[in-house]
């Protein structure tokens, strides 16, 4: 007798539970559009032989993806971990465009190589519009999750997503997201028709990787003050620079193969001459193939190694997994985030 499967459905908020305001021409989160949604998915499940568990961890109807984070984002982990002790065949995520990227990074590396389908989704446009993109991406969304299809993903404008290659290309358009150093997968309707899907099960229970219960302990106020010892410096042609000794991770965005102005990592250099020095991650605002941060002397960001910096690649990954994995990092080895950032970073010697 085939098992009915259980999916988690988790209500964050987002323009996709959002209604547009004629008045002042404006959209944000409310109750008539998140009941909306609850009953579509609930429609869209019906007779599939799908126990549906629904979770709203930011309230009804939750909130702008701008105002999300790490704190948050460990809220939705700390949910799956949970339902994970009761068998869980997926996730659906309902989640705001703009910091969507930034948690398909995050549940990338919280759940790598995850035996069942995690899917994020929202929209650029509300259920006001006509057309929408609201429909179109839950049902799309929805249908990937219960073919079992394993992995983190976007789905997208009938577009999947990797989720730790994924980037946000479009303030308004509905294909919003593009792929960083990959390809997306189109999706293919019948997907939901094939045996090796509809019939699937998770037959070897999912390990957690052992550092991840390490992130629960901490309040939110803890959680903010850690990943704020992560700093980017954008580097602009004739900018200047200001340092915190404070800071445990600094991202250099920089240039081409990931290079930055001489005066720039100069002063990089003085400012940390003495005390604890900052692991540097060399990045680029070119963000496609796999970064040189060491290939020129003189402005590669590599360089800073040859000075006692431990440096890390960039490699071909987006920004938003950068930060991602670097808050990550340090939420679960403070001390010691090499550990982490070494597993998908190529150190620099």
């Known amino acids: 007798m085939k098992k009915r499967k259980r999916i988690l459905v988790i209500f964050a908020g987002g323009t996709i539970a959002s209604s547009f305001r004629l008045k002042n021409r404006t959209t944000s989160p409310n109750n008539r559009a998140f009941a909306s949604l609850h009953s579509e998915i609930e429609k869209f499940f019906t007779g599939k032989k799908v126990e549906l568990v629904f979770q709203e961890p930011l309230g009804i109807p939750g909130k702008d993806s701008s105002n999300l984070g790490p704190e948050h984002w460990i809220n939705f982990t700390s949910l799956i971990v949970q339902e994970l002790k009761n068998e869980l065949d997926g996730v659906l995520i309902l989640y705001g465009t703009d910091t969507m990227a930034y948690l398909s990074a995050w549940l990338s590396v919280c759940f790598p190589e995850v035996p069942f389908p995690i899917v994020i989704t929202g929209s650029q446009l509300t259920l006001d519009y006509t057309p929408d993109d609201v429909m ?4 799309g969304a929805a249908q990937v999750v219960y073919s079992g299809l394993p992995g983190v993903w976007i789905y997208c404008n009938w577009k999947l997503i990797p989720g730790m290659r994924a980037h946000k290309a479009h303030a308004l358009h509905p294909d919003v997201f593009t792929t960083i150093n990959g390809a997306p997968v189109y999706f293919n309707p019948d ?3 094939k045996e090796k899907f509809s019939n699937f099960s998770l037959e070897v229970k999912y390990s957690l990787l052992p550092e991840i219960e390490a992130m629960f302990k901490y309040k939110k106020s803890k959680i903010t003050d850690i990943c704020r010892k992560v700093d980017w410096i954008m580097c602009l042609p004739g900018m200047g620079l200001e340092l915190n ?7 250099i965005y920089g240039f ?3 290079n930055a102005p001489s005066e720039i990592l100069d002063h990089i250099r003085s400012f940390y001459s003495s005390g604890e020095k900052p692991g540097i991650i060399a990045c680029s605002q070119a963000e496609g193939d796999t970064k040189k941060p060491k290939h020129y002397q003189g402005v590669g ?6 000075d006692g910096f431990k440096v890390w690649n960039q490699m071909d990954y987006p920004v938003e997994f950068i930060h991602s994995l670097a808050c990550f990092s340090l939420l679960v080895s403070y001390n010691n985030p090499d550990c ?6 190529e150190s620099i010697i």
């Open 245 to 251: 000794k404070d800071k445990k991770i600094l991202c």
């Open 301 to 306: 960001i590599g360089w800073l190694v040859e």
């Open 340 to 345: 982490i950032l070494s597993k998908y970073l």
């Open 136 to 139: 179109v991406n839950l049902r």
């Open 256 to 258: 081409g193969a990931g």
């Open 191 to 193: 997907w939901v028709f």
